[in-house]
């Protein structure tokens, strides 16, 4: 009876060392391995979707959601200053892009968001007044706009010369940008067919 006994559990254990073997050699070894990995990184990135908003995230976000102005302003109210290092020029700015405005300096597009707010604030100005030598602002050069809101600095990504009449130009922005644009060419006797024009995105903000 011992014998017995002793014979079936020798062969359950043959058994298993043959079962071993067999299944570390071949991909069912692979496959178990593969899953039980996959399992262990899907619950992790479970609880890292599920895991509860922190308090710095939520103060982020409601100092996203902070309007920098309370009151819009009104066509041809004088809203702030433009200023381009590279001229070492300061040119007063007016919200509204009618004669009015463009003759005491930058005109502010109505339709467009104001400066330091996201998407696209558009400026224009006369190229034979205010932007004389706004052809001499290159990529890589900073127009800082002082407004009620504080200081925004911007600093020029690009330069296009397009058609007087493309409105790619106040089209919106995914970020806070800049655009400047006056007419083209600079030395053009009449009314000038392009337009000269300046995109440019913050890099800094001091809020008031």
Known sequence: MRMKKRFIFSAIAILFIVFGLWFSSTNAY?????????KIGQDKREQ???KPET?????????????????????????GNLYIPKL??????????NEDELE?????????VLPGEKDNSVLSGHRDT?????????????LVVTTTAGEFTYKVKQVRIVDKDDRTVIVPKPRA??????????????????RYVLVA???????S
């Open 30 to 38: 692979k496959f178990a391995k593969g899953y039980l990995l996959f």
């Open 130 to 142: 205010v932007f004389r030598k706004l052809g001499e602002v290159k990529k890589g050069d900073l």
């Open 177 to 194: 940008t800049l655009t400047v644009s006056t007419c083209y060419p600079f030395n053009f006797v009449g009314a000038a067919p392009e």
């Open 104 to 112: 005491k300096g930058v005109g502010h597009f109505a339709d467009s």
């Open 201 to 207: 995105f913050l890099v800094n903000s001091k809020v």
């Open 48 to 50: 890292t979707f599920t």
């Open 88 to 97: 070492k020029a300061e040119l007063p700015i007016f919200h509204g892009t």
């Open 55 to 79: 308090k710095a995230s939520a103060t982020k976000e409601v100092s996203a959601k902070t309007e920098l102005y309370t009151n819009r302003p009104k066509v041809g109210e004088n809203i």
